[in-house]
C-alpha cells in the first residue's frame, strides 16, 4: 500500500529484501528526529512515547485555535 511522503508510504516494488527493509527504517528514523525536534519535550522520547505527546500537542493546538477564534467572533465588531 502506498500512501504518499508519510510514515506509511512503502516503495517495497522499487527495494527487495534486507536493504529496501533497512533504508526504510533509516528513513523512519529520520522522521522520528524531526518530529522529536518541532514537539516541546520531544528531544529524548522514545517512539511511543513521542507519538503519544503528538497527540496531545496537536489537541492542545486545536483546542488553542478553537479560543482564538472565539476571542477573534467577540472582538469583531
Known sequence: MRRGR?????????R?????RKMEGVALQMKVKKLQKIIP????????????????????????ISVLQILSKLHTP
Open 6 to 14: 508519510g510514515i506509511l508510504s512503502s516503495s517495497s516494488s522499487k
Open 41 to 64: 519535550g520531544g528531544e529524548g522520547l522514545d517512539s511511543d512515547e513521542l507519538f503519544v505527546r503528538t497527540a496531545d500537542y496537536i489537541l492542545l493546538l486545536k483546542l488553542k
Open 16 to 20: 527487495s529484501g534486507a536493504r529496501g
